[in-house]
Structure formats: structure tokens, C-alpha cells
Nanobody, 120 residues
Framework: QVQLVESGGGLVQPGGSLRLSCAAS????????LAWYRQAPGKERELVAH???????NYADSVKGRFTISRDNAKNTLFLQMNSLKPEDTAVYYC??????????????WGQGMQVTVSS
């Protein structure tokens, strides 16, 4: 029903930057959580950063000071600016939008996932 389309992934050298985008086909208006996750092979999917109700932003300790999560409500797009990238950041990145619809049904949508590879 609602699609999240991710873009911006790819290969980058250590110390470089990437900006991930997650464009939603629907509005963020009813969302209570906008988030980025990542998963490396053989590892659990982990929360990288999120924006929750009230505009509160949290980051995983491993990315604090390097990553910035932001949103453009007018374009229904979520961003993740990744700077000073490290090989340890290599993973598939997923965006997630969670909320409650007008009929009070909760929704939970995920992007398709994008590979981010940090390597020299």
C-alpha cells in the first residue's frame, strides 16, 4: 500500500560521505517513528538513528558525531547523511516508517534496503 524507495547507496572510500534518501509514497504526518537500520552479513539488524514523536532524535553510539538523520516533510522523504565513513559501516541500510493510520491501525513500512560499502 505504501512504498518506501531508498536511494543513495554505493561504494565509498573510508573517510568519505554518502547521503541516503528514503522517499515515501504517503505522508509522514501520522508517523511516530522514522528510522534507519542497517544489517551486515551474519549480524543482527541494528538501529542506526531515528526520529520519534516530539522530534526526538537518537543515534547508535557507533555513529554519533558522524551521521545525521533528517526529514523533509513536504517531500515525505527521510535522509541519512553519513560522514567520515568507516569500513565498519559497511552494511545494507533500511529505512523504516512507523505510525498509526486514520483508522487507528498501526503501520510499519520498510524500504527495500541499500548496500553501503566502505572500502579502499
Amino acid at each position: 500500500q505504501v512504498q518506501l524507495v531508498e536511494s543513495g547507496g554505493g561504494l565509498v572510500q573510508p573517510g568519505g560521505s554518502l547521503r541516503l534518501s528514503c522517499a515515501a509514497s504517503g505522508s509522514f504526518d501520522s508517523a511516530f517513528a522514522l528510522a534507519w537500520y542497517r544489517q551486515a552479513p551474519g549480524k543482527e539488524r541494528e538501529l542506526v538513528a531515528h526520529i520519534i514523536t516530539g522530534g526526538i532524535i537518537n543515534y547508535a553510539d557507533s555513529v554519533k558525531g558522524r551521521f545525521t538523520i533528517s526529514r523533509d516533510n513536504a517531500k515525505n522523504t527521510l535522509f541519512l547523511q553519513m560522514n567520515s565513513l568507516k569500513p565498519e559501516d559497511t552494511a545494507v541500510y533500511y529505512c523504516r516508517v512507523s505510525g498509526r493510520a486514520a483508522d487507528f491501525r498501526e503501520y510499519d513500512y520498510w524500504g527495500q534496503g541499500m548496500q553501503v560499502t566502505v572500502s579502499s
